[in-house]
Each structure stands twice: as structure tokens, then as C-alpha cells.
């Protein structure tokens, strides 16, 4: 991204049309109307940009190059020649390279022929045989061809760079030799290319600025045999190469601020992070910088610090101090210093609910969750792998999603929502719920129609505690609570819609009861309907008719042949009209169902520990078929005395007849 030279050492180059965010562009107008300046007193002369590291002497030069670069197509512009001095190990290497540089720099064009020319003979009679055929990739034969060329020439090394003068003095067009990061350079190298600068390099139109930092540039100084160990005489070296200096102005705090704030919105958005994940981030990254075996355990127990774990019977009645004693021995196991363990738990406790509600700092999973940090389950690999994994949703996705569902426009972002939805429900629907707690607006009746489609269809494995949190209970709580957020009169043709098909109907009937129901309870007593709201009464009777619409083909069908869903459609038929469903299901049992074997496709097996039929079972039962319609067609099997079942298959239906004889002959008191 365009921002990421902010984590490298790279300069930073922003385009002349963006904001001048440290004055840098200020400063490079100023360098080159100096240069403008320099050039008109002198006919060479060196400039020195001065600067501590990380103060953008770097920028600054990419500026003042790109611009005058800009300008080289005027009569008189400057012409810009680089040269990184790191490249050459020494002063004959050097040498060839700041001619071949300058000559490169020159219009190749028949006006500057000569110049050119004359600049690479200057170059070629300086400089050693050998390292002209090394520059030139001569073969042996031009080897012999060179050496003859040179007794034969005039190689005068005066001579040629007196030519070279006379070229550039009639060219007339500056040139600019840009050095950068001096500073980097070996005492040996250093003086190396102050003395090219100075003597062989002392050509007319020809000026250089060089970049350092003046107090790293001393001490190396200091370290050579010219100089010795005296910034005096470092410092009188330096004046005597240098004509002009140009020192950079001193780091601002308001520009320390601007870099600032321009990073962390670099890392915001290369990362799909706001500034409401930036403190878990930063911490996180202190803790894989500074302790990276203690960031190594955040993968360990995951799953405890998120909260998500099953608790061991030995912790369940674990109190605070044993927790942090706990982790205290884990982080000193994974070489955390003693002096730092307090440190590294509390930062701990402001990332992960758990640890901090241990230490008694308030923290909760949903406050966590709501702020997208690290602490909850559902952003936690975020952090840990610096970015938005394949298998997560970016905030900026699922929030466009989540208004292309609103405006009922559709778009990629909303399908790869919906998908989600059916293939990881859980995280999905938990991330809605942490919109809704925030206030966000949410496309309810959207949401819900897409719960109606995908319900039964649920791909995302179980999760929580034994796997008792599963998809279609998450698909639960989020429909009922999507639903109370509807006005009062949309919701039957909200509900009627989700019930289009058997599996939306089984949602829409299961979500109208928990919206009705007094104390949020499983309660399927419709009786008391005086008080009724009419929109209940509308969403009941039109969710029957979608049920019994469903169930019209398992009229005609032996009792063993229906399927699952069938099954679960009677079941769910109890929470809407159960006069209606009382009706349809006491004419199947007056033609061909038996009684008892629907309560055993009815009721599971599994129930254990829980009694096969309790009070709300019972209750249930009695919405559907009605107790005394059921105990009157069971009355032999009833009346019968319990018997121990002789086949394995016969244990479920006895049991139940069993159950019922209880319930019959106590039943339970109304209240």
C-alpha cells in the first residue's frame, strides 16, 4: 500500500499534489533556490545537507531531484546525475563511475556530443588500464587495442580534463551530483570521495550536494589517519570540501505528530483495523517484540483467554490469586524476567477478560468484542496474524453487506454475508449482535428472511461447552432478537415470509414463541390469548397456514415415512394455532397414525438426564394432540400394567407410557 514505507527506510516521496505533511517540499524549493543562487557566484562548488537520521534529508533529496529533473527540458535547467558511493570500493572505481554518471546525465543529443565525449576521456585517462577494460568489458584483445591507444593518444590527465572544462564551460547547462548517506561510509571510504569531490571532481557546471549526519560524520572522521582523534580537525576537513551548508530544521513536535498519525492510519488500514482495535494492536506487538515466548502462549490457551474454554473441574471454584499464580508460572516457565511478570500480566488483563477480571479490572467479553480487540473469540486471529484471515469477514465488507441488504441492492459483499451466515453462524451471528448492541442499524426483516432461507441448512459445527451451542441456536437468539426489533405491525408479514419454506417455518414459529412467550419461556399455553396483541394473533394464524401447507403431503402417509423436517413441523406447529393443529393431527390419528408411535417420533431417546416427559413436555402435548384426546386413545395401554419390555426397541415406548401414567395420575396443578 502506499503508506508502507512508514515500517522501512525508505524515503517518503508523497506526489506534488498531496499535502506537504512535514514541509518537506517547502524545504526542497528552498534547496534548489539556493543551488540557483550558488550557481550564479560560482562555477562549482559542493553542498552539504545536513541532518540527524530519520530527519528526511533522503525525501528532501528525492524532491529536489524529481523536481529539478521536472525543469532539465529548460535552456538552462539543471541536469541531475546519482551516485551511491557504496557501490565502489575504491577511488579508481570510484572515479569511472562519477564520469559515467555525469556523462549518462547529459542529453544524449548532437549538441552534447562533445561534451560527452570529452567527459568520458577525462574519466578513461585518470583511471587505471584495468579498471577501464573492468568498466568497459574489454576482452583481451581490446585490452592490447587499450593499452596501444594510450602510448600512441595524448593521455595527459591535465590535458583531458582540460578538454572536459572547456566542453562543459560551452554546454552551459549545470549539472547536479547527488551523494547521499556519507555518514555510512569507512573513514577509508569517506575520504575516498571527499577527495574525488574536491580535487578530481572540481569541474566547471558541475556542483554536488551530499547528505550526512554532521555527528555521525565526525566520529568517522575522527577514526581515519588524516584527521585523528580531533573534532577539531574533523570539523576544519569538513570546511574546507563544503561551500554551502544546508542544515535541516530540527524534528517538530507537530511533525511528530503528523508521522504519528499517518502511521497508525497506515497500519489501520493495511490491517482492516479502526482506531477502536489500534491499543490491543499496539500491545500485542509490544508483547511479540519484547516477550515473544510469553506472545507464543497467547496461542497456547487461546481458547482460556478468549473465554471459551471448558473449565476442569479442579478450576471451576479457582479463585482470582490462583489464577494469576497460574500464569505467573507460565510466564516464568517461558522466560519472562521476574522483574517484568507483574507487567506482562496486567497488559495481559487489559486484553483478555478473563485475566482481567481476575486482577479486578472490570474487564468483560463483550466490552472486548464490541471494541473488536484480541480478547474476543471471533477477532482474536486478527492479531495474531497481523492481518484478516481467509476465513473472517473484514469490517468494511460486512458492513457494506450488511446496508446492501438494507437498500435490498444486490452485491457481492451481501452474498458472501448470507454465505457466511449459513457456513459460520455463530461468528456471524455474534457479530451482528455486536452491531445491534452498538447501536448500529440493522436490515432486520433482510436478516431474517435469510435466516428463514438458511435455516436447516446450518454447515458451522457445534461450538461452546460439550457442543451445546449450535448453529441453529445461534440462528435462534439472533431471529428473536431481529424480530423485537421490528415495528409491532410488520412483523406477521415478516414471519409469514421466513415461513415460505418448512425450514424458515420452523424458525418463524420457534422465534414467535420466544418473542411471546411471558418470562422468555418454552411455554406453548395459547389459551390465554384475551390480552393478545393483534399482530400475534395475525402471525399465528398465517404461520399455521404455511405449516399445514408444508404438512399437506404427509397427510396421506403412514406415520413411519415422514421425514425429519415433517416431524420437526408438527412440533414447531404447537407455538401458533393450536386449535388448527389439535384438529389435523386427531383426523391422521383417526385414520391410520398410531398414538404412541407418535409420541416416540416425537420425543428423542436421549433425553437423559432429563425426564422424557416433564411439565412443559406435557404442556406441549397437550397444544398439539390435547391430554385427554391422547390419555382416551391410549387408555388400554395406559390402564395396562407396566411391564418390563422384552425387545430393546420397546424400552423408549414404555418408558413414555410409563411417563404418562404418572403424569395422569398426578397431574400438574395451572397456574
Not at 535552456?75 to 546519482?82: K, N, S, Y
Not at 585517462?125 to 593518444?153: C, H, M, W, Y
Not at 551523494?179 to 570521495?193: A, N
Not at 490457551?301 to 507460565?330: C, F, K, N, Y
Request: hydrophobic share 40%; net charge negative.
Amino acid at each position: 500500500m502506499a503508506d508502507a514505507h512508514f515500517f522501512n527506510d525508505e524515503p517518503f516521496l508523497d506526489h506534488e499534489e498531496g499535502p506537504d505533511l512535514l514541509g518537506h517540499g517547502q524545504y526542497a524549493h528552498h534547496v534548489i533556490s539556493l543551488l540557483d543562487r550558488v550557481r550564479a557566484q560560482t562555477e562549482t562548488g559542493v553542498l552539504a545537507l545536513i541532518g540527524p537520521w530519520g530527519s528526511g534529508k533522503s525525501s528532501i533529496l528525492g524532491k529536489v531531484t524529481r523536481r529539478l529533473r521536472g525543469d532539465a527540458a529548460n535552456d538552462d535547467g539543471w541536469l541531475v546525475a546519482e551516485l551511491n558511493p557504496w557501490l565502489y570500493a575504491d577511488l579508481e572505481s570510484l572515479t569511472l563511475a562519477l564520469f559515467s554518471e555525469i556523462r549518462e546525465a547529459l542529453p544524449k543529443n548532437e549538441r552534447w556530443s562533445e561534451a560527452r565525449e570529452k567527459i568520458g576521456g577525462f574519466g578513461k585517462a585518470i583511471s587505471p588500464v584495468g579498471k577501464v577494460t573492468a568498466l568497459f568489458g574489454l576482452d583481451s584483445e581490446g585490452l592490447i587495442q587499450e593499452v596501444s591507444n594510450r602510448i600512441s593518444g595524448d593521455t595527459s590527465a591535465s590535458a583531458a580534463k582540460h578538454r572536459a572544462e572547456e566542453a562543459l564551460r560551452k554546454a552551459g547547462h549545470p549539472v547536479l551530483v547527488v551523494m547521499d548517506d556519507l555518514d555510512r561510509l569507512t573513514p577509508e571510504e569517506l575520504l575516498v570521495v571527499f577527495k574525488l569531490v574536491r580535487l578530481v571532481g572540481h569541474l566547471p557546471n558541475v556542483y554536488y550536494l551530499i547528505s550526512f549526519d554532521e555527528r555521525t560524520l565526525l566520529d568517522v572522521l575522527q577514526r581515519s589517519e588524516l584527521v585523528g582523534n580531533s573534532e577539531a580537525r574533523a570539523r576544519d576537513f569538513l570546511e574546507k570540501i563544503i561551500q554551502v551548508r544546508l542544515d535541516l530544521p530540527a524534528f517538530r513536535e507537530r511533525d511528530a505528530d503528523i508521522l504519528v498519525d499517518r502511521s497508525l492510519a497506515a497500519v489501520l488500514a493495511s490491517h482492516g483495523l479502526t482506531l477502536t482495535d489500534i491499543v490491543d494492536f499496539l500491545l500485542v506487538t509490544f508483547l511479540r517484540t519484547n516477550e515473544p515466548r510469553a506472545y507464543q502462549l497467547l496461542w497456547q490457551h487461546r481458547a482460556e483467554l478468549t473465554g471459551t474454554s471448558i473449565d476442569l473441574p479442579s478450576r471451576r471454584d479457582e479463585r482470582p490469586e490462583q489464577r494469576i499464580d497460574r500464569w505467573r508460572t507460565r510466564l516464568q516457565d517461558a522466560g519472562v524476567a521476574e522483574q517484568h511478570l507483574d507487567g506482562v500480566i496486567g497488559l495481559m488483563g487489559m486484553l483478555f477478560a478473563p485475566l482481567g477480571q481476575a486482577l479486578g479490572n472490570g474487564a468483560n467479553t463483550q466490552a472486548i468484542a464490541l471494541r473488536r480487540g484480541i480478547g474476543s473469540i471471533d477477532y482474536f486471529d486478527r492479531y495474531m496474524v497481523f492481518g484478516i484471515p481467509d476465513d473472517d469477514l473484514p469490517e468494511h465488507a460486512f458492513d457494506t453487506a450488511l446496508q446492501q441488504l438494507a437498500d435490498g441492492t444486490p452485491g457481492a459483499e451481501a452474498d458472501e454475508l448470507l454465505l457466511r451466515l449459513r457456513d459460520d453462524t455463530q461468528r456471524i451471528t455474534r457479530r451482528i449482535q455486536y452491531k445491534r448492541v452498538a447501536g448500529t442499524p440493522l436490515p432486520a426483516a433482510a436478516l431474517l428472511k435469510a435466516a428463514g432461507q438458511h435455516y436447516g441448512r446450518l454447515t458451522s459445527a457445534p461450538q461452546g461447552a460439550f457442543g451445546l451451542f449450535t448453529a441453529d441456536r445461534a440462528m435462534d437468539f439472533l431471529a428473536k432478537d431481529l424480530l423485537t426489533d421490528l415495528a409491532e405491525p410488520d412483523r406477521p408479514a415478516i414471519l409469514k415470509t421466513m415461513a415460505e419454506t418448512p425450514d424458515g417455518a420452523v424458525l418463524a414459529a420457534r422465534t414467535l414463541q420466544r418473542v411471546t412467550a411471558r418470562d422468555d419461556s418454552d411455554s406453548p399455553d395459547h389459551t390465554q390469548a384475551a390480552a393478545t396483541p393483534d399482530w400475534i394473533g395475525e402471525a399465528r394464524s398465517l404461520i399455521s397456514t404455511e405449516i399445514a401447507r408444508h404438512l399437506a403431503p404427509a397427510a396421506s402417509r403412514p406415520l413411519h415415512e415422514l421425514t425429519e423436517l415433517q416431524i420437526t413441523l408438527i412440533w414447531a406447529w404447537r407455538h401458533t394455532k393450536t386449535e388448527v393443529c389439535r384438529t389435523w393431527i386427531n383426523q391422521r390419528l383417526d385414520q391410520e397414525w398410531n398414538p404412541l408411535d407418535l409420541l416416540t417420533a416425537l420425543l428423542p431417546a436421549d433425553r437423559a438426564p432429563f425426564p422424557i416427559i416433564d411439565s412443559d413436555t406435557l404442556h406441549s402435548l397437550d397444544a398439539l394432540i390435547g391430554l385427554d384426546a391422547l390419555y382416551s386413545r391410549l387408555g388400554p395401554l395406559l390402564d395396562a400394567p407396566a411391564a418390563d419390555p422384552g425387545n430393546p426397541q420397546d424400552e423408549h415406548p414404555a418408558h413414555i407410557l410409563q411417563a404418562l401414567r404418572e403424569h395422569r395420575s398426578n397431574p400438574p396443578v395451572s397456574g
